[in-house]
């Protein structure tokens, strides 16, 4: 070979070379846009049938870690070309392309729900409507994670904008981030250390704040930053992440493996984000920086096929079309579901109209919005747009609102007219009463104020005593009048020992007792190692328990009450010493020595048997949407109402003080438990008995009281 022959030879090879190591020019990839439609394939699929892929939630964090590398890509590319960021223009361009269809989600969502859903599920509507049109519906959201009394509420129907809430306080901090460490180096040298450490910090508090109280910690921004950063890393650091084809070709397949696994794996127990959350982040972070390197790759086959790259197309209309469908097509199709559950046939179809909708809102929404030229050509009419959109759908949550109050007072009406019925709630089990109809359609099958299980009498107060959280936890009832107290009484445990507290009220009245309330929601009254309510708690729960139950075990048993009611939720507030005993022998240990002390100073105690389960056994929309044969709401038995621990202990304690009062005969005959008993709603939520309805309880109460 000539020697200018082997030169040509030799430069083509560093030519091409060179070419390898350089990352593919930035504009549209069909890769990124595949792991869109992976990402909100998994949300949606999780949504639709939860139990097939559980952990189809790592599709929001997915999102983010794109979004950290398309947004920090484009910056990146305008600072280096021009030094500087042009807020203004960035701002509407995001405006453009995210609020349009945003808005139009919200405001049909509104209207639709004031249409379908029943009233008492309007005000937290039109509140977290008002809040996802700001953009701050993940704070909300965190601040009710931590507030025990609204765990119960139902999931409203924009409740998944808490993502892109998210998103847009990225989008709104971000540039000024980029921007100040350009300022603070006086060039681009800051970028890439500057990114990685406000990642570093954000991935430790995420982890801490995971551990110590998971559920505020999954809405939290500052728990996602990070995410974003990886993405935001990825394109700062491009130029050197360009990969030889087999190491690229591997790691896109450990990326989508990443990504994939965690959504079939991981399940609501599952401690996240924390650091759990890097696996499907890093994996998404692998399959971008696989594809800088130019040219096809193993999966691009399948990921730039056209039905992958439809649903990548349609993915931000697809997130927020799907929720609110889930949530209203009950209410829509009311009596053609079981037990209020949508069968598989029915998810099918809504998919389908998910994917239409979405279809039509990215192609005559989105795209038009986002190249409007008006808009395009002028930044102060974007911004005046998104007012007037702001403008709309807010006026639409506050007429919800509005007549949400209507309706309050209405039912209020409804719930008196039943008062002093033989046959109103559970009187229509007592078979002495001759009740015709005993489990007919409900007066009131919407719970709202007048059915708060937790509403106090007026003769409570407040107390500084023991207070969690700066929330009080102990109320002093005095029902005496003028005179004195006939006997002190307390009332202690949970919410399930609160949702006994009317037919309590009602005695107390009657016998002018001075009643004392000991409430803390989601823990058990007992002296054990509590885990966690319904799932694993963080260190942070479990010490609020701990602590609260400790100092009051001995205060009840200094006052020496003439009675002690006490229950709390001993089926799912789990308990686990490390000994591999059961809950009941666990419970048995952690609550005795105590009804010992309180006996021998001459205490009487009683517990509430469990009511039986709601949530658990049926769908909590199930007496709405079964208006007139509410036996459809019907579980058997034996299912509804299996062992209770704390109930358990009672009826095998040799404690002659200590007495169980269990009122499942007025909740179930002696095969089925029902949904509404006496024309009345039984459950105020998936857990607690309507007010209304344990008012009716109060004779059978008054009697458990008295023969003893």
Known sequence: MSTTVQSRVEQAKRLFAARSRTPRSPGFRPDVQALRAIAVLAVVVNHFWPNAMTGGYIGVDVFFVISGYLITSHLGREIARTGKVRLGTFYARRIRRLLPAAFLVLAVTVLVAGALLPYPRWTATAWETFASAFYWENWLLAAKSVNYSAANEAASVVQHYWSLSVEEQFYLFWPLLLIGLVALGGNRRWLVPGVAGVGVLSLIFSVVFTALSPS????????????????????????????????AEVASGLGFAMILVPAFVFDHTTPFPGSLALIPTVGTALVIASGLRPGPQWHTVVTASQPVQFVGNISYSLYLWHWPIVIL????????????????????????????????????????????????????????????????????????????????????????????????????????????????????????????????????????????????????????????????????????????????????????????????????????????????????????????????????????????????????????????????????????????????????????????????????????????????????????????????????????????????????????????????????????????????????????????
């Open 216 to 247: 505020a910690a999954y809405f939290n921004t500052f728990v996602r930053v990070w995410e974003f950063a990886l993405g935001a890393f990825v394109a700062l650091t491009a130029s050197k992440l360009v990969l030889p084809r087999v190491a």
């Open 329 to 708: 097509a009950p209410f829509a199709l009311g009596g053609a579901l079981d037990k209020g559950e949508l069968t598989t046939a029915w998810l099918l179809w809504l998919l389908a109209l998910s994917f239409a909708l979405a279809w039509l809102t990215k192609v005559l929404v989105e795209d038009r919005a986002r190249t409007f030229a008006p808009l395009v050509r002028n930044t102060k009419l974007t911004f005046g747009a998104m007012i007037a959109g702001l403008l709309v759908v807010e006026l639409l949550a506050g007429g919800l609102q509005a007549n949400y109050y209507k309706q309050v007072a209405l039912a209020e009406q409804n719930v008196q007219q039943g008062k002093g019925d033989a046959c109103h709630g559970a009187g229509a089990m007592v078979g002495s009463n001759g009740c015709p109809d005993p489990f007919g359609p409900a007066r009131v099958p919407e719970m709202g104020p007048a059915n708060e299980y937790w509403r106090l009498a007026p003769e409570c107060e407040e107390t500084d005593y023991f207070k969690v959280d700066n929330k009080a936890t102990v109320k002093v009832c005095d029902f005496s009048g003028d005179a004195e107290p006939t006997q002190t009484v307390w009332l202690l445990g949970d919410s399930h020992a609160e949702q006994w507290q009317t037919p309590v009220f009602e005695i107390a009245r009657k016998e002018k007792w001075l009643l004392k309330i000991g409430i803390l929601g989601g823990c058990p009254f007992a002296d054990v190692k509590f885990t966690g309510y319904r799932s694993a708690a963080g260190p942070r729960d479990i010490l609020r328990c701990r602590d609260w139950t400790t100092q009051m075990f001995p205060a009840i048993t200094n006052d020496k009450p003439s009675m002690v009611l006490m229950s709390f939720f001993s089926r799912q507030e789990f308990v686990d010493d490390g000994s591999g005993r059961t809950q009941t022998e666990q419970y048995r240990e952690g609550i005795e020595p105590w009804w010992q002390k309180w006996t021998e100073a001459g205490t009487r105690v009683f517990v509430f048997a469990d009511p039986p389960y709601n949530r658990d056994v049926r769908s909590t929309s199930c007496v709405l949407l079964n208006r007139s044969n509410p036996q459809a709401c019907a579980i058997p038995r034996g299912r509804a109402q299996p062992p209770d621990p704390l109930g358990e202990v009672v009826k095998s304690t040799r404690n002659p003080r200590v007495s169980l009062i269990d009122l499942t005969d007025y909740f179930c005959d002696e095969k089925l438990c029902y949904g509404v008993i006496g024309n009345v709603a039984v459950y105020y939520d998936g857990d607690h008995v309507n007010s209304d309805y344990s008012r009716t309880l109060t004779p059978m109460v008054e009697k458990a009281l008295s023969s003893r």
